[in-house]
């Protein structure tokens, strides 16, 4: 069983950087996909990041793509998504998840394992 707990959410201005990170127990984490997805009220929840066991190969969406960057150091169990040049339409709750099966990286059913989520809002 992993557990999965996300760090570093909170309100910031457009235009500025936040970093969030999720700290994983439990399980192999090197051999883990892990990804950040973001939910908005009222809609469902959105691939956002992921980054593979297998040589660190990232994913990104297309909304997030040149802005955020998805980073991993399976050496302290840590996965962190740094998101520059925020956009008030980033605004979401945004969970840590994890994969011990190969699947769909934008597809939330592949993840095994969700963190609790931390909220992220940036304002105009």
């Known amino acids: 069983q992993v557990q999965l707990v996300e760090f570093g959410g909170g309100l910031v201005q457009a235009g500025t950087s936040l970093r969030l990170s999720c700290a994983a127990s439990?399980?192999?984490?090197?051999?883990?996909?892990m990804g950040w997805f973001r939910q908005a009220p009222g809609l469902e929840r959105q691939f956002v990041a992921a980054?593979?066991?297998?040589?660190?190969?990232?994913y990104y969406a297309d909304s997030v793509k040149g802005r955020f960057t998805i980073s991993r150091d399976n050496a302290k169990n840590t996965v962190s998504l740094l998101m520059n040049s925020l956009k008030p339409e980033d605004t979401a709750v945004y969970y840590c998840a994890a994969a011990q099966r190969l699947g769909d990286y934008r597809d939330p059913s592949t993840y095994n394992y969700w963190g609790q989520g931390t909220q992220v809002t940036v304002s105009s």
């Open positions: 980054i593979s066991w297998i040589g660190g190969r990232t």
């Open positions: 439990g399980g192999t984490f090197s051999r883990l996909l």
